[in-house]
């Protein structure tokens, strides 16, 4: 059981591997991307400035909050689309009957599937964050914990998409419902946790999990409790599991597209 884990990973790790190695044979490009990124993400941060310098409070957060905020969802949005692009786009895939050449490779499904794209420009992202929280009141406890919620934040992006994705087994048309839904997962997780109220922070916590990538982690950030942080880990892998179980579940149903196409 361990030796099987331990291979699926290394397919993984070499898959992903193999994914950035052919992003780069235009370093150019490949760096343009990732310089790029991180621009975009600092001009966000202009803005933040200018709001600050007008008012000091915004929904209970100040600059530093919102530093730290930046810098977790950037961390975790980078590591999801580095490691795990493909599964951005799962329903895609299982719609036009695409599954197949996965289907045959000697390697879990899932973990072949997910692992087989990845996103030039998320490796600026996760950059960006890493500098951020660099840059903003620095400490070695600081840089562990947004190592630890950019992993705990990309399993829960992660999980979430293949679990938009999977709908596509059992309801057409799905693809656009599921897009949008993680798209507003990634905006809303990048304001102040406290300009939501009422209904949209129950739907923001418990439905689609924004509060548990970066609301959750920014309290913990900011004044460390070990259950907050203990509760973050619990719910990624949770969550994993649901999508995992959700996306076999699913995959019973898979219907072929019998397209003639080999991965290397």
Not at 96 to 120: C, E, F, H, M, R
Request: proline share 2%; aromatic share 14%; glycine share 8%.
């Amino acid at each position: 059981m361990l030796m099987a884990v331990k291979n699926q990973l290394r397919v993984c790790i070499w898959s992903v591997r193999c994914n950035i190695m052919r992003e780069m044979l235009n370093k150019v490009t490949f760096l343009t991307n990732i310089c790029f990124m991180m621009l975009n993400n600092a001009a966000f941060l202009i803005h933040w400035a200018i709001l600050f310098h007008l008012k000091e409070n915004i929904g209970g957060y100040t600059m530093r909050e919102v530093l730290l905020l930046w810098g977790i969802v950037a961390g975790s949005y980078g590591l999801s689309h580095t490691l795990f692009d493909r599964a951005f786009s799962l329903s895609g895939l299982i719609v036009n009957g695409k599954l197949d050449s996965y289907l045959v490779q000697p390697k879990n499904v899932l973990a072949g599937v997910i692992t087989s794209g990845t996103s030039t420009s998320a490796i600026g992202d996760f950059l960006y964050g890493l500098v951020v929280i660099c840059v903003s009141d620095f400490h070695f406890g600081r840089l562990f914990l947004f190592l630890f919620f950019s992993v705990t934040g990309a399993i829960i992006l992660t999980s979430f998409a293949v679990l938009m994705g999977s709908l596509s087994f059992w309801f057409v048309r799905t693809e656009q419902l599921g897009n949008n839904t993680v798209g507003i997962m990634t905006s809303f997780s990048t304001y102040p946790e406290g300009i939501f109220r009422g209904a949209a922070r129950f739907l923001l916590y418990l439905v689609i999990p924004v509060g548990m990538v970066s609301y959750l982690p920014v309290q913990v950030m900011a004044e460390f409790t070990l259950w907050k942080a203990a509760a973050v880990a619990c719910y990624a892998a949770g969550l994993a599991g649901v999508a995992i179980a959700v996306f076999y579940r699913g995959l019973r149903r898979y219907s072929s597209g019998n397209l003639m196409e080999a991965r290397l």
